[in-house]
């Protein structure tokens, strides 16, 4: 199979579904995360520019040590919107990884707006990519890929009415390794901007093995 995650930010898809990526690289699947915005705002006391490319940097680390493949998409953290040069872009994304299946923010789910759009812009780059007027680089798909809303944000303790839950227990420990090469969002960061340790807020938020989510 052929795999594709969106992410509005460089650590949003492993936050949200890392495990379940694990799961189908480790049968030998196929797995591309696109990464929407470059996260330029995700730090204090640095220029934009250098935060944008230690993010890009973090997410190329954790696709290599995933093993799956690097789409970056590189528009502005904190200004992604529904207008032509995203969505061809979303499409574009969809055409590159050519994906049985989809990964995706719920939209309008949280209390981000990249995360919602993200969403958003997936749920119909899926179908427009099979559009061929809709030009791009690559050619058209010749099916709409399945999709799949990952958990948001705080993770199985939110109150969604999820579908499906995957047990990751095998790949649990990778998907916290994933996640701490987005070093730059370990530290101070989170913790002044929201008070919390996203890495603890995962694990807390973790379930029972039987019942991990993604």
């Known amino acids: 199979m052929r795999v594709l995650a969106f992410g509005a930010h460089p650590d949003d898809v492993e936050f949200r579904c890392a495990g379940t990526l694990a799961k189908y690289v480790k049968r030998g699947d196929e797995v591309f995360v696109c990464?929407?915005?470059?996260?330029?705002?995700?730090?204090?006391?640095?220029?934009?520019?250098?935060i944008?490319?230690?993010r890009k940097k973090e997410a190329e680390a954790s696709c290599a040590l995933l093993g799956a493949h690097l789409i970056w998409l590189g528009f502005e953290d904190e200004m992604l919107f529904d207008e032509r040069?995203?969505?061809?872009?979303?499409?574009?994304?969809?055409?590159?990884?050519?994906?049985?299946?989809?990964f995706a923010h719920p939209?309008?789910?949280?209390?981000?707006?990249?995360?919602?759009?993200?969403g958003y812009l997936a749920f119909e780059a899926?179908?427009?990519?099979?559009?061929?007027?809709?030009?791009?680089?690559?050619?058209?798909?010749?099916h709409i890929p399945p999709m799949f809303y990952c958990t948001p944000t705080g993770g199985f303790?939110?109150?969604?009415?999820?579908?499906?839950?995957?047990?990751?227990?095998?790949?649990?420990?990778l998907k916290m390794k994933l996640f701490a090469c987005h070093a730059s969002q370990q530290g101070d960061w989170c913790k002044d901007a929201f008070g919390v340790d996203y890495?603890?807020?995962i694990a807390s938020s973790t379930p029972p093995p039987a019942a991990r989510p993604a």
């Open 157 to 173: 303790t939110n109150k969604i009415n999820a579908q499906y839950f995957v047990d990751i227990t095998d790949t649990f420990d």
């Open 199 to 201: 890495a603890d807020m």
């Open 35 to 50: 990464i929407a915005t470059n996260g330029e705002i995700g730090s204090y006391g640095r220029p934009r520019e250098e």
């Open 126 to 142: 899926r179908i427009l990519a099979t559009v061929k007027l809709m030009e791009t680089e690559h050619p058209v798909i010749d």
């Open 85 to 102: 040069e995203t969505r061809m872009a979303f499409i574009e994304a969809v055409r590159i990884a050519r994906p049985d299946v989809i």
């Open 107 to 118: 939209p309008y789910k949280d209390y981000n707006q990249d995360h919602d759009i993200s």
């Open 52 to 54: 944008a490319a230690m």
